[in-house]
């Protein structure tokens, strides 16, 4: 399934465009007959489309110079590419029935501008607190958009008393799982979060069959609440490294009420984990 990469209008103050005056984007048409291929000059590192009717697929694992472009009728929406050297190229995307053009081969002019700052002086030295700042920056910026984004990766939903526990997506970016996840409450009594918490499990085999659980770590909680009011829901995001499990493993998602019995436990399989967006 599709890596994400950050909107470009998020990364307004990281990506340097190679030009300050105003541009408009080239539209690429495509449909869901035929392949329409856009060759890169480096190889492509990331790739998102806007919406769900349009699909860009790559190799991740070889790095590849080209892409496939297919779309379902629909809204026209957008297709945002990242080199691997961190060239950015932003494209319009539309339906079309019929196609005149099957082959883009795009060059270095068409980049946008760059993924990183490029920095003026190769001798500065980044600060490891400047770093962290940076980091956090993008985890609140790509969160949010993530959180604001319809897209789901299946029917992963848990339900008690009123409570409403699901995972809405499950994205993989720059090797770290993006999990989006929604608390519903359609009770009539606010629910007080204990905790909420990510596991592995694992089953052994043999006579005395067990579970062992294995604690995952978020590196960033994004929007995480203390409290869901009554006929509220709140989305939000934990981001944790990259990891896959096999078919006799699973995840678990516990949520926790806080002197309260509404508890849920969430499992979700490994085809989701190994097959994020």
């Keep these: ?24 984007l080239d539209t690429i048409y495509a449909n869901d007959q035929k392949n329409v291929a856009l060759f890169f000059p480096e190889p492509i590192r990331q790739g998102i489309t806007g919406s769900e009717n349009f699909v860009f697929t790559y190799n991740r694992e070889k790095g590849q110079y080209f892409g496939l472009l ?54 500065t030295i980044v600060k490891r607190e400047d770093t962290i700042d940076n980091r956090t920056y993008y985890y609140n910026k790509f969160c949010s958009y993530l959180n604001n984004r319809k ?17 809405e997506n499950i994205v993989f970016d720059k090797e770290e799982l993006y999990f989006v996840i929604q608390v519903e409450n359609k009770s009539s009594l606010d629910y007080d979060l204990n905790f909420l918490k990510l596991s592995v499990e694992t089953r052994k085999k043999g006579k005395k069959k067990s579970l062992q659980r294995l604690y995952q770590e978020p590196v960033f909680k994004y ?47 490994h085809r989701f984990i190994n097959n994020p967006n």
């Excluded at 029917?155 to 409403?164: A, D, F, Q, T, Y």
Aim: net charge positive; aromatic share 8%.
């Design 223 to 269: 929007n995480l609440p203390s409290k869901v009011k009554e006929n509220k829901s709140v989305r939000l995001v934990y981001v944790l490294p990259k990891f896959s499990i096999g078919n006799d493993r699973r995840a678990v998602l516990e949520l926790n009420e806080k002197n309260g019995e509404r508890n849920l436990q969430l499992k979700i399989s």
């Design 70 to 123: 297919q779309a379902k009728p629909g809204k026209e929406s957008n297709l945002l590419v990242v080199n691997k050297n961190g060239s950015v190229f932003s494209y319009i995307v539309k339906y079309r029935k019929k196609l005149d053009r099957l082959n883009y081969f795009i060059p270095t002019s068409k980049s946008i501008g760059n993924e990183k700052p490029i920095v003026a002086d190769s001798t």
């Design 1 to 24: 399934m599709k890596n994400f990469i950050f909107i470009s209008i998020f990364l307004f103050g990281t990506v340097l465009s190679t030009a300050q005056t105003p541009f408009s």
């Design 151 to 167: 897209q789901r990766i299946g029917r992963l939903k848990k339900r008690n008393e009123g409570i409403i526990l699901s995972v």
